[in-house]
């Protein structure tokens, strides 16, 4: 089974703190992505990434930078987290011939 | 732009009762697929059926098919005798192939919180 991993479920962090956020898939997968969920407004890509060192913003970017230097490996940087960052975090990934996204079990990040 | 558009943030349907969950798009592409993918309150999110641009047949799952008209950009869920199970939450996501080969973009709509009554 393709497993999608997020390193931390719940975090909590202070205003200004740099977070790191980790996503590491085992199936080989060019495409991965992260993204938001708040109520009402759904998930909401951050950024995503279709190869090494390769990244594209999302809808969202702005206060969020991504770091891909393993294919298995993506992840999402706060660089000084605020409050309104406060949100379920998800990642994903996908390969091209495959019509189906696997998702981590979300990181639950709050700033106070 | 909202390139994924889910108007209805929440139904209530009687079980066993069919069920019909909206979803618009707005794309320029001619090759992109969307997906349906199931939320229920532990989280997870369960692939549920995928209908690809080209494809000349609407998808179906078990329960679940997917209402394919592509002149109208819309790709309706349509869920038949509901079950207790179903209530959860439910989002509609398109992928978008970029130019450079193998990259793709996925969006979500808002989703549509559906509760099945008995």
């Known amino acids: 089974d393709v497993k999608v991993t997020q390193s931390s479920r719940y975090l909590v962090k202070r205003t200004g703190e740099k977070v790191f956020l980790e996503c590491v898939q085992d199936?080989?997968?060019?495409?991965m992505f992260w993204y938001r969920q708040d109520p009402g407004l759904g998930l909401r890509l951050i950024y995503f990434?279709?190869?090494?060192?390769?990244?594209e913003k999302g809808d969202i970017p702005e206060g969020y930078s991504v770091s891909r230097e393993k294919k298995e490996r993506f992840s999402l940087i706060l660089e000084s987290a605020s409050t309104n960052q406060t949100s379920m975090y998800l990642c994903?990934?996908?390969?091209?011939?495959?019509?189906?996204?696997?998702f981590g079990e979300g990181s639950w990040l709050t700033v106070v | 732009a909202q390139k994924i558009t889910q108007t209805q943030p929440g139904m209530f349907v009687q079980e066993k009762e069919a069920v019909t969950l909206d979803c618009t798009y707005d794309?320029?592409?001619?090759?992109?697929?969307l997906f349906w993918y199931k939320q229920p309150s532990s989280g997870e999110m369960i692939f549920l059926i995928y209908q690809g641009s080209y494809d000349q047949q609407n998808a179906t799952e078990g329960r679940y098919s997917l209402n394919f008209q592509k002149a109208r950009k819309s790709a309706n869920l349509v869920i038949s005798a509901s079950q207790l199970g179903d209530s959860a939450m439910y989002f509609c996501a398109m992928r978008e192939d970029l130019i450079i080969q193998g990259a793709q973009k996925l969006v979500f709509g808002q989703g549509t919180r559906l509760t099945i009554n008995p």
């Open positions: 794309t320029s592409d001619p090759s992109y697929g």
């Open positions: 990434s279709y190869d090494v060192k390769m990244k």
């Open positions: 994903a990934s996908r390969s091209g011939g495959i019509n189906t996204i696997y």
């Open positions: 199936m080989d997968h060019e495409n």
